[in-house]
């Protein structure tokens, strides 16, 4: 049997002293004071994560403090970048990124390495960087595509977002991104199972699976998962005006009402 690839990726966001120029670098003097991601594996959240507020060398901007309400009293006694960046680079290292707004949040990390004693490679370099802003973009075009917007189409809940918040976003970011990138996930190799006189055929649109009942393995659906499934089938509910065929073929029309 065909070993599984293990896919890592890290679902990531920041918070600044300030913001960048439209579609600039960072403001010079500008610094990160908080980072927030979350781990997850083949499409799984693993409860890994990894938060951090950093005191930055200047004060942080009234206009940001409004937005993630992140007070420089508050950062006072927090380490420097230069005392977290090792824990840091451990956590993401080649890792997939997903970041919303990429290049935002990139640029101020790079700034931030290329202060250290001894700089690290560019992000890019050491990670494969998925910018999700530019998958609703494509998904979704014309479209307001910031995370409360695609909270709302997706049918994710934002309610505790009254502030931006590194981890928060980060939290919310992974589930949205695994529901804009969702489908299937085989659970068969793509050897050819060995059949016996026993078997299970499915049927499928364009194939038929022979598979051998002593090496099926059942993996069942957590709560998280059936609300996760339940909401994107009512999302389908409600685009296909009420024809749902899963939702009818599987008896669970009657949950989207």
């Not at 937005?67 to 960046?85: M, R, S």
């Not at 009942?213 to 996760?228: F, M, Q």
């Amino acid at each position: 049997m065909t070993e599984e690839k293990i896919v890592r990726q890290v679902v990531l966001d920041t918070e600044t002293t300030g913001m960048n120029m439209a579609g600039g670098p960072p403001q010079i003097g500008h610094n990160i004071i908080e980072i927030g991601a979350v781990e997850v594996i083949n499409r799984r959240l693993t409860g890994r994560t990894y938060h951090v507020y950093i005191k930055p060398p200047r004060e942080v901007d009234e206009e940001a403090i409004a937005v993630h309400g992140i007070t420089n009293e508050f950062l006072q006694d927090k380490p420097a970048f230069a005392e977290i960046a090792d824990e840091f680079l451990e956590f993401i290292k080649g890792a997939e990124l997903i970041i919303h707004n990429a290049p935002f949040d990139v640029a101020f990390m790079d700034q931030e390495f290329s202060y250290l004693p001894n700089p690290p490679a560019k992000t890019a370099e050491m990670c494969t960087v998925t910018d999700s802003l530019q998958t609703a973009r494509k998904m979704y075009p014309g479209k307001r595509n910031n995370l409360d917007a695609l909270c709302d189409r997706l049918g994710i809940d934002n309610s505790k977002r009254v502030l931006h918040g590194a981890l928060l976003d980060a939290e919310i970011l992974a589930d949205v991104f695994l529901m804009m990138t969702g489908g299937q996930i085989s659970l068969l190799g793509e050897e050819e199972v060995e059949t016996t006189s026993e078997v299970i055929e499915i049927e499928e649109e364009f194939s038929v699976i022979t598979l051998n009942p002593d090496e099926a393995i059942i993996l069942r659906a957590s709560d998280e998962e059936e609300e996760s499934h339940l909401a994107l089938l009512k999302i389908i509910e409600k685009k296909s005006k009420g024809n749902c065929l899963w939702a009818k073929a599987t008896g669970e029309a009657e949950q989207l009402h």
